[in-house]
């Protein structure tokens, strides 16, 4: 946990654009769609400040020992809690499949944009969860876990191997955040941020946003893309 990582004006601005999309969402159809009401995945093509976020040069700081220099996005979420409610974030999950004992492969990022307190749900984590291949009880879980509770601007770093859910908000108010899953640069991405991010929004981010959200690591299209100079190459070299 870092806490103050971001200032309340900061925060309260995020959240002003995150409930201006909250309340714009239009489910497509599929049950996801409608399940996933309260995790919105395009918030980084709605809005440049969301964007911003990419460019902290404490970010590259605190996960380059873990995933490398190079690191990416695998994806980048809200998870919101509506008053005396939840989410599809609430129920027991981890966020990366993959079991390498010692070899983290994704690691989560939550920006707590409001207070995390028992009262609205915060975060609960299985401590130690990632250690092991099998999954846990629900009764493992209840008898085990930790609740997380954090002063808003806070984030909170964890290994993506760790079995956790969203809380119960019990409180007349929202409880919002944004979440990072972060993967080595040589895995797939949840979606093509590339392609997905609108140009006017991507073209005002620094170096490190931009690698992270793939630009360094996409795929040539053709043989002139794949035999081009170094500096014009679209999978950069050197990236482990």
Known sequence: MFP???DAKTCEKLKELLEIALANYKPLGPERSILDKYLLHDLL??????????????IQRILSPLLGDYWIMYAFTSSSLPPHGTNYGSRIHVDSPRFIPTYPTNIGIIWALDEFTAENGGTELLPGSHHSAVVPTPELFEKNCVQITCQLGSILVF????WHRAGVNKTENWRHSLTMNACRPY???????VRMIPSEISNQLNDQARRIIGFDT???TSMEEFFAEDDKRLYKSGQE
């Not at 093509?45 to 404490?58: A, H, I, S, V, Y």
């Not at 290994?159 to 760790?162: C, E, L, P, Y």
């Open 218 to 220: 996409r795929l040539p």
């Open 4 to 6: 103050d990582f971001l």
């Open 45 to 58: 093509c709605q809005n440049l400040m969301f964007g911003k976020l990419l460019e902290d040069p404490r």
């Open 187 to 193: 895995m797939k991405q949840r979606l093509d941020w």
């Open 159 to 162: 290994n993506a191997r760790v």
